[in-house]
């Protein structure tokens, strides 16, 4: 299947600074990618889409300004969390597919804010 | 939005025997259906996808059935063996390579 690369796996940094974690698409384009979070024992919750050359689709209930995406090419796509804070520590997870084809998830990015 | 629900949430068998998991959806417009296995840290990895024009789908100890009506669809693990111990969520789209909406997942232990 298609190969989702995900960095850094894991993060801990200050409360206060921002972190930016990154999605790409190895061997293939993906004009569309999504972010995941997931709390311990929970499921994935969707945060937002990222469109290639356009502004991200946030859903309900997450800040886009502290939840920052940026899509400038069509195997990259990166997620900046700004100001973190303590609760936003959890489990961020990209998918992409190819067109119309299956969702790959990448390996997914442990952040924990001190 | 779609909104999936999945039961039970927490699943123990013996190994050799079956493991059923049913999630219900929303959404009537929804019509692909993924099933993905997530281990402990780690990416949640594909296992088995229906589309909504089909009623079943089978690989080798996995299967997946779809009612399209009733707007439910199952997961069935035949032969359980201690390497399937993990939680599985289901899923639902609008089409395949769309914005997925989780169930809440089943923890699965298969006790040897």
């Known amino acids: 299947g298609a190969v989702v690369s995900q960095h850094p796996s894991w993060v801990i940094c200050k409360s206060g600074t921002s972190v930016k974690i990154e999605c790409r698409s190895l061997?293939?384009?993906?004009?569309?990618m999504f972010w995941y979070r997931q709390f311990p024992k929970q499921s994935l919750m969707l945060m937002a889409t990222s469109n290639e050359g356009s502004k991200a689709t946030y859903e309900q209930g997450v800040e886009k300004d502290k939840f920052l995406i940026n899509h400038a090419s069509l195997t990259l796509s990166t997620l900046t969390v700004t100001s973190a804070h303590p609760e936003d520590s959890s489990f961020y997870i990209c998918?992409?597919?190819?067109?119309?084809?299956?969702?790959?998830f990448g390996s997914g990015t442990q952040l924990s804010v001190l | 939005g779609e909104n999936v629900e999945q039961h039970p949430s927490t699943l123990s068998v013996q190994e050799g025997d079956s493991a059923v998991i049913k999630c219900t959806y929303s959404?009537?417009?929804?019509?692909?259906f993924p099933w993905y296995k997530q281990e402990l840290g780690k990416r949640p990895q594909l296992i088995i996808d229906?589309?909504?024009?089909?009623g079943e789908k089978k690989d080798q100890r996995i299967a997946v059935t779809l009612n399209k009506t009733a707007k439910h669809f199952s997961l069935h693990i035949t032969e359980t063996q201690p390497e399937d111990s993990a939680v599985y969520f289901c899923?639902?789209?609008?089409?395949?390579?769309?914005?997925?909406?989780f169930g809440g997942g089943t923890r699965v232990l298969v006790k040897p």
């Open positions: 998918s992409a597919g190819q067109g119309s084809e299956k969702l790959f």
């Open positions: 959404d009537s417009a929804s019509n692909y």
């Open positions: 229906i589309r909504s024009n089909v």
């Open positions: 899923a639902a789209s609008f089409a395949a390579g769309n914005k997925l909406t």
């Open positions: 061997d293939f384009q993906a004009t569309t």
